[in-house]
């Protein structure tokens, strides 16, 4: 006994899961483009300031799908973000990122799928 299935509508299903997955990719790379943004701004305020020169300098280096890279080719960067044998950590950087990866996750979690 041969039993014959035929399904109808893969492709209109097939044609859904491709646009959902569009839009959750699209929303999502909002939300890491606002992300990247605010945790510029936030490192920005944060940094000790002398010469301006460490604060200008801080940058989005790297954008690709879905990764975002904050930073600066200042030689000296990590001196006040660790600290020295003579000067305490002031850091800027990783404050930064902590706030502003608690918002993204939110953003992400809050997210409406069509």
Known sequence: MDVTVRIT???EVLAA???VN?????????????????TVADAQARVPVRT????KSIRQL?????KRVIGT????????????????A???MFPAFERNRV?????????RLP
């Open 62 to 66: 790297v954008k690709e799908r879905l």
């Open 22 to 38: 569009r839009k959750v990719e699209a929303t999502t790379e909002t939300a890491f483009d606002q992300a990247s943004a605010s």
């Open 90 to 92: 002031q850091p800027y």
């Open 17 to 19: 899961i491709k646009a």
């Open 73 to 88: 080719d200042v030689p000296y960067a990590h001196f006040p973000e660790f600290g020295t044998s003579r000067q305490k």
């Open 52 to 55: 301006r020169r460490l604060q």
């Open 103 to 111: 918002i993204l996750l939110k953003a992400l979690k809050s997210m």
């Open 9 to 11: 509508g893969k492709s």
